[in-house]
């Protein structure tokens, strides 16, 4: 079965961090450009990062660049996103995704046919 599981979720204050999970079964994750997305309540999906599966190349939504860090453990079929000096507004549902494409005009989107976990919860409290 094809399947992608997030965890590393949580309740934590604002400036501190937390490291995410994405593990994969039934394929290979390195196949695949991975993203991470959030969605907040009353809030459209937001595409917060993906990582490129040939060169490692990771892109950032402007609103956590130099806060998160995408990378990928390949032994391990897992990407993470760590995520520090988290603020009350990242407060949101974190879903990864196997398969992200960045359009031209640098926004993170996911691909046609991706593979989506169920989501991690994260709250950010003031």
């Known amino acids: 079965e094809v399947q992608l599981v997030e965890s590393g979720g949580g309740l934590v204050q604002a400036g501190g961090s937390l490291r995410l999970s994405c593990a994969a079964s039934?394929?290979?994750?390195?196949?695949?450009?991975v993203g991470w997305f959030r969605q907040a309540p009353g809030k459209e999906r937001e595409g917060v990062s993906c990582?490129?599966?040939?060169?490692?190349?990771?892109y950032y939504s402007d609103s956590v660049k130099g806060r998160f860090t995408i990378s990928r453990d390949n032994a391990r079929n897992t990407v993470y996103l760590q995520m520090n000096s988290l603020a009350p507004e990242d407060t949101a549902v974190y879903y990864c995704?196997?398969?992200?494409?960045?359009?031209?005009?640098?926004?993170?989107?996911?691909?046609?046919?991706?593979?989506w976990g169920q989501g991690t919860q994260v709250t950010v409290s003031s």
């Open positions: 995704a196997a398969d992200c494409v960045v359009n031209r005009d640098y926004d993170i989107i996911p691909g046609g046919f991706a593979t």
């Open positions: 039934g394929f290979y994750l390195d196949e695949y450009e």
């Open positions: 990582i490129n599966s040939r060169d490692g190349s990771t």
